[in-house]
């Protein structure tokens, strides 16, 4: 398929944008990547999400998909050639998407409140919050893995791209907070599967680099103090 006739609406420190990313990385498909200005939102993602007005878009054809992990089952059901995504077991698909619903629903929540934690306290509160939520993800990776690399055996699925979108930004909560979050002495096994996820060919170059969301995040809070004063 041309390039031309996939484009991404994203942004590049978007977790959410990164799913579709690796989604089309490892369907091996040619897309067209459209940066998007967040504060002045193109005309484009305005016509093509007008409900949300929000990032990732995927257009197909001039065919707009909306919301993340509604693009990568998508991409998925579209892309039959390439590897799978979700698994092909119905139990263990409804399993995929149950973690990745609490991802969602509790990670996501918790990586929000970088927004607006201010201070020692309320960073180390942020951390211990994200960590508690790891723990429960470590005992699922366990049994979705079954002794392979990743969540969906010995390739990335659907709930590695789902949870590893996060781990650059887990990068910046560890600096912010001074403290590990993917700590080894409790997560040990999601500390491997953060390292085999990272350097996989499908997301080592479309991952954030952790020192360029430090930079975004320090700027934000610049721009956040120098409103407050």
């Known amino acids: 398929m041309a390039t031309g006739d996939v484009k991404l609406l ?3 420190s978007s977790p959410f944008v990164l799913r579709v990313r690796i989604a089309l990385n490892i369907k091996s498909i040619n897309y067209e990547f459209i940066e998007e200005n967040m504060i002045r939102k193109s005309e484009l993602l305005l ?3 007008p409900i ?3 990032i990732p878009v995927l257009l197909h054809g001039e065919r707009p998909i909306c ?5 990568v089952q998508y991409i998925d059901d579209i892309w039959t050639t390439g590897p799978s995504i979700l698994p092909s ?3 263990d698909r409804a399993i995929a998407r149950f973690w990745a619903s609490y991802i969602d629903d509790k990670l996501f929540a918790v990586l929000g409140e970088l927004k607006t934690a201010r201070g020692e306290e309320a960073m180390t509160s942020l951390a211990k919050k994200m960590s508690e939520g ?7 990776y366990v049994k979705c893995s079954k002794g392979k690399t990743f969540f969906g055996g ?28 993917l700590d080894e002495t409790k997560v040990p096994n999601l500390v491997e599967w953060a390292d085999n996820f990272r350097h996989d ?20 809070i610049a721009k956040e103090h120098a409103a407050e004063t």
């Open 154 to 181: 010995e390739s990335i699925g659907y709930l590695d791209i789902a949870l590893g979108c996060i781990l650059a930004w887990l990068k910046v909560i560890e600096r912010v907070a001074n403290m590990r979050v």
């Open 67 to 71: 919301e993340s992990l509604i693009i």
């Open 201 to 220: 060919p499908s997301v080592k170059d479309v991952i954030p680099d952790a020192e360029k969301l430090m930079e975004l995040y320090q700027m934000f």
């Open 47 to 49: 016509k093509s999400n």
């Open 89 to 91: 077991d119905p139990h």
């Open 52 to 54: 949300h007005q929000k």
């Open 10 to 12: 994203g942004y590049f």
């Open 134 to 140: 790891l723990l429960l993800l470590e005992d699922a």
